[in-house]
């Protein structure tokens, strides 16, 4: 299968600062890249869609001034959560559709624990 | 939009017997069902999936079924092993984009 690795694994950060994650599709190209977040105990909920070489997609509550979505390559896309505070602490993943394989499956990062103090 | 209801929210089976997770799904123009695995502290792992002009998949342990008039799909574990022990998630998707049902928390007992 395909290989989707993200940067930090985890990181603390104190309130009102800002935070970057970075998504790398390892062994394949990506146009599009999906945003998660997941709070304890509850489902993955989709924050952004990240599209290679234009302005991010947000889902509807999802402020898109405070999750910043950068996606300059076909195999990297980031999201930072600027000022951040302690309610933003979450497991954020992201995946991404390989098209080597079909456009359908989607492959999931190892995610990032974020922790806000 | 889409909206997947999954149940149970919680399976304990004995090691060796059968778990099923059932889920609903809303937007019939969903046209992919996947589903994954989670484990503590990881992102979630596709194990099986199925597409809406198939009615059933299988791989080893793990099947899938899809009613589409019914809008209802099913994952299968047969001879469940400690190691299934974990968070199962289904999924729809029509273009690319994925909805999630609420996970269904399996433990299996040896």
């Known amino acids: 299968g395909a290989v989707v690795s993200q940067h930090p694994s985890w990181v603390i950060c104190k309130s009102g600062t800002s935070v970057k994650i970075e998504c790398r599709s390892l062994d394949f190209q990506a146009t599009t890249m999906f945003w998660y977040r997941q709070f304890p105990k509850q489902s993955l909920m989709l924050m952004a869609t990240s599209n290679e070489g234009s302005k991010a997609t947000y889902e509807q509550g999802v402020e898109k001034d405070k999750f910043l979505i950068n996606h300059a390559s076909l195999t990297l896309s980031t999201l930072t959560v600027t000022s951040a505070h302690p309610e933003d602490s979450s497991f954020y993943i992201c995946?991404?559709?390989?098209?080597?394989?079909?456009?359908?499956?989607?492959?999931f990062g190892p995610g990032t624990r974020l922790t806000v103090t | 939009g889409e909206n997947v209801e999954q149940h149970p929210s919680t399976l304990s089976v004995q090691e060796g017997d059968s778990a099923v997770i059932k889920c609903t799904y809303s937007d019939s123009a969903s046209n992919y069902f996947p589903w994954y695995k989670q484990e503590l502290g990881k992102g979630p792992q596709l194990i099986i999936d199925i597409r809406s002009n198939v009615g059933e998949k299988k791989d080893q342990r793990i099947a899938v079924t899809l009613n589409k008039t019914a809008k209802h799909f099913s994952l299968h574990i047969t001879e469940t092993q400690p190691e299934d022990s974990a968070v199962y998630f289904c999924a729809a998707t029509s273009g690319n984009k994925l909805t999630f049902g609420g996970g269904t928390r399996v433990l299996v007992k040896p």
């Open positions: 995946s991404a559709p390989s098209a080597r394989i079909t456009t359908y499956e989607q492959y």
